[in-house]
């Protein structure tokens, strides 16, 4: 039997909703949390912005069109990622609540994200 998979392109943007990150991932929870524990970190370009709210999400089944895609909004010019995020979510929410079960994540979550990025298990 083959195994599925998921691959997510999402978009963080930090509280006040001025800077945007586009991302690509195969688990869209724990990189929602890496991009949490990153905040602050000026080695990334999401954590030096406090990029870890998503705004926008999208699945693709295939790992090529996820990466694709990733591609394709990275090159939109800033109004056009705005009217995407817009047309899906038009109050611009952050989903990490609905994504995480909870927000912000609770320690024993954290420490389980931490754990699988020590490990190498954290693959982005």
């Known amino acids: 039997m083959k195994k599925a998979y998921s691959f997510y392109v999402y978009i963080t943007t930090n509280p006040r909703k001025s800077t945007l990150y586009t991302g690509m991932t195969n688990n869209l929870m724990r990189r929602t949390i890496e991009h949490f524990l990153?905040?602050?970190?000026?080695?990334?370009?999401?954590?030096?912005?406090?990029?870890?709210?998503?705004?926008?999400?999208?699945?693709?089944?295939?790992?090529?069109?996820?990466?694709?895609?990733?591609?394709?909004?990275?090159?939109?010019p800033r109004p056009e990622?705005?009217?995407?995020?817009?047309?899906?979510?038009?109050?611009?929410?952050?989903?990490?609540?609905?994504?995480?079960?909870?927000?912000?994540?609770n320690e024993e979550l954290l420490a389980a994200i931490k754990k699988a990025k020590n490990d190498g298990a954290g693959n982005k």
């Not at 693709?60 to 591609?71: C, S, T």
């Not at 047309?87 to 927000?103: A, L, R, S, T, V």
Request: charged share 25%; with cysteine; proline share 5%.
């Open 38 to 76: 990153n905040r602050g970190d000026k080695e990334s370009f999401a954590g030096r912005y406090y990029c870890y709210n998503v705004v926008w999400f999208e699945w693709h089944q295939y790992v090529f069109n996820a990466i694709a895609r990733e591609k394709q909004i990275k090159k939109m």
């Open 81 to 105: 990622k705005e009217a995407l995020i817009s047309k899906m979510n038009p109050k611009w929410g952050f989903y990490n609540c609905e994504i995480c079960g909870m927000w912000p994540p």
